[in-house]
């Protein structure tokens, strides 16, 4: 998990489950469009870069952060889907 401070408040986190599954991705909504959601990502991916040879980042997107997503280079993978209550879009991106 790693979490970007500004001014000691952290205003997003980004998780992964296993070594390349995006489990959780969140920006404070007042700091929307800044690049802080791509730092992060790219964090991660020098990350996982260093220490595995994957070939893909897969995350199970919510249908809000589709759009995030697909501005960070995944791309749909399958239709909308809903698990346990849980509605989300499968995706994936290639390193």
């Known amino acids: 998990m790693w979490a970007y401070?500004?001014?000691?408040?952290?205003i997003?986190?980004?998780a992964t489950q296993g070594t390349s599954h995006i489990s959780l991705?969140?920006?404070d909504k007042r700091y929307h469009r800044k690049g802080i959601a791509r730092?992060?990502?790219c964090a991660v991916l020098e990350d996982i870069k260093r220490n595995e040879?994957?070939?893909?980042v897969t995350v199970n997107s919510s249908p809000y952060a589709v759009k995030a997503y697909e501005h960070l280079?995944?791309?749909k993978t399958d239709?909308?889907?809903e698990k346990d209550g849980i509605i989300f879009?499968?995706?994936?991106?290639?390193?």
């Open 53 to 56: 040879k994957l070939v893909q």
């Open 39 to 41: 730092q992060m990502f």
């Open 73 to 75: 280079g995944f791309a």
């Open 89 to 95: 879009v499968p995706m994936s991106r290639s390193l």
């Open 12 to 14: 997003g986190v980004i």
């Open 5 to 10: 401070y500004r001014e000691g408040e952290i």
């Open 25 to 27: 991705m969140f920006v």
């Open 79 to 81: 239709d909308e889907q």
